[in-house]
């Protein structure tokens, strides 16, 4: 796992976009950091970076948004309103999780539990010692 302090909206934002560019089918990216710093602005970097255009949310309602316009399509998963590895298999994630047809961001990937993909890892987005962007 890679703990980065990003310093702004901004530097968050382009490294997501640097992230995208990057990306490769099957890539799953997991955020972890306090409500505010800076994961959704990270994914919307990420979509940046593969070629969406329009407008990225966070899919806290929803659970997963999908961008399919771009270079690959992007997979946006938020499980803050799970917060069981059993809620989150219940909920039926797994396509997104083990074998994204395209690029999953994941926001609090540490409430997967037992149950991280294989070969992945997580991203302490933004995270610093107030949790908040600087």
């Given amino acids: 796992m890679v703990t980065l ?3 702004s ?15 490769g089918l099957g890539w799953v990216f997991g955020l972890i ?6 994961k959704t602005q990270l994914v919307k970097g990420l979509a940046k970076g593969l070629g969406f255009t329009g407008r990225v949310h966070s899919p806290t309602f929803a659970l997963v948004n999908e961008y399919r316009q771009g270079r690959l399509p992007l997979f946006h998963v938020d499980l803050y309103r ?3 590895p059993e809620a989150i298999a219940r909920a039926g994630l797994e396509e997104y999780l083990f074998t994204p047809a395209g690029v999953t ?7 997967l539990g037992g149950l991280v993909p294989p070969r992945q890892g997580g991203n ?3 995270r610093t010692s107030r ?3 600087r």
């Fill in 5 to 7: 302090t990003l310093r």
């Fill in 9 to 23: 909206p901004a530097e968050t934002y382009n490294l997501g976009v640097e992230w995208g560019e990057q990306a």
């Fill in 33 to 38: 950091g306090e409500l505010g710093a800076g």
């Fill in 82 to 84: 799970l917060d069981t």
């Fill in 105 to 111: 961001a994941v926001e609090w990937f540490e409430r």
């Fill in 124 to 126: 302490d987005a933004g």
């Fill in 131 to 133: 949790g908040r962007l």
